[in-house]
């Protein structure tokens, strides 16, 4: 059974630097049917798609995030990573991981979601 | 990007049918057979029940169906249950190589 796990702080200071890492578990990061995705979703608010990765480290980004969104991929962990910079008030939102079968867009196992605060 | 349009909320009683809507442009849901569609209870993680505009995953119910014309993709449940009341969500792949999200409907079952 496929498994995604979020991990990184909970509480991240205004204009610093969100980190979070994926680890997936029961099936390998490195198999070309999938993309790996970030999803967030602000408090009360709709899903956003914040970017995804292929296994050959090939990014996509939503482009009004572009100028500060970094996803990664480390195939020997079987894990990928999103940082976020220059982080808001705004930027506060539950993180989501996401497998993307055959393509983006079809997130088809999540992982539970981690609620990362922008606060001092 | 600007986010795909849905609306805010829709309502149907046990054993009804219901049909969310799901309206975008020519630079997403015209441009591809690339919708999917999102079932979300409360704390919970978004659950993928209809990829492609209309393929069902595995385990999903075959209650729930979509479709497409033009730039607008549909949702439709059928025969709605209790545990069907939940927020849905709408994606489509762009013409730009990303995706965009609906904003959002909340299903309320009578």
């Known amino acids: 059974q496929v498994q995604l796990q979020e991990s990184g702080p909970g509480l991240v200071k205004p204009s610093e630097t969100l980190s979070l890492t994926c680890t997936v578990s029961g099936d390998s990061i490195s198999n070309s049917y999938y993309y790996w995705a970030w999803i967030r979703q602000p408090p009360g608010k709709g899903l956003a798609w914040i970017g995804s990765i292929y296994y050959s480290g090939t990014t996509y980004y939503n482009m009004s995030l572009k100028s500060r969104v970094t996803i990664s991929i480390d195939t020997s962990k079987n894990q990928f990573s999103l940082k976020l910079s220059s982080v808001t008030a705004a930027d506060t939102a539950v993180y989501y991981c996401a497998r993307e079968y055959g393509g983006l867009g079809k997130s088809d196992y999540w992982g539970q979601g981690i609620l990362v605060t922008v606060s001092s | 990007q600007s986010a795909l349009t849905q609306p805010a909320s829709v309502s149907g009683s046990p054993g009804q049918s219901i049909t969310i809507s799901c309206t975008g442009t020519?630079?997403?849901?015209?441009?591809?057979?690339?919708v999917s569609w999102y079932q979300q209870h409360p704390g919970k993680a978004p659950k993928l029940m209809i990829y492609d505009v209309s393929k069902r995953p595995s385990g999903v119910s075959n209650r729930f169906s979509g479709s497409k014309s033009g730039n607008t993709a549909s949702l439709t449940i059928s025969g709605l249950q209790a545990e069907d009341e939940a927020d849905y969500y709408c994606s489509s792949y762009t013409t730009s190589g990303t995706v965009v999200f609906g904003g959002g409907t909340k299903l309320t079952v009578l």
């Open positions: 020519s630079s997403d849901v015209g441009s591809y057979n690339y």
